[in-house]
């Protein structure tokens, strides 16, 4: 299994920044495919994600200002993240579970099945 991430880098307060993760590797048509996203110093925390069954989740913290969606294929999606600020600097990582459980794709979810490298979003005051 692999999750390519790109996207993310610096922007100012306000700013609009999208990640993209494109999975591939995996048999299984049931999965979930998301974002956690952790800060210096602080734990890992879910940001959003969507599943193929219809599933969606997105962190309190971020309801209104990020979207998820495919990208270029049903396996690839993007986090578009708009009204960014400081607190949203963190590496954002991309993260899979296939076949899903009910824990997949929620508030539960902590334990993906696979994860991205890692991509780094700044936002600057």
């Known amino acids: 299994v692999q999750l390519v991430e790109s996207g993310g880098g610096l922007v100012q307060a306000g700013g609009s920044l999208q990640v993209s993760c494109a999975a591939s590797g995996f048999t299984f048509d049931d999965y979930a495919i998301g974002w956690f996203r952790q800060a210096p110093g602080k734990e890992r925390e879910r940001v959003s994600c969507?599943?193929?069954?219809?599933?969606?989740y997105y962190a309190d913290s971020v309801k209104g200002r990020f979207t998820i969606s495919d990208g270029n294929s049903k396996r690839t999606k993007i986090l578009r993240m708009t009204n960014l600020t400081p607190e949203d600097t963190a590496v954002y990582y991309c993260?899979?579970?296939?076949?899903?459980?009910?824990?997949?794709?929620?508030?539960?979810?902590?334990?993906?099945?696979?994860w991205g490298q890692g991509t780094q979003v700044t936002v600057s005051s």
């Open positions: 993260a899979l579970d296939s076949p899903t459980s009910r824990r997949s794709c929620s508030a539960a979810w902590t334990d993906p099945h696979w």
């Open positions: 969507i599943s193929n069954d219809g599933r969606e």
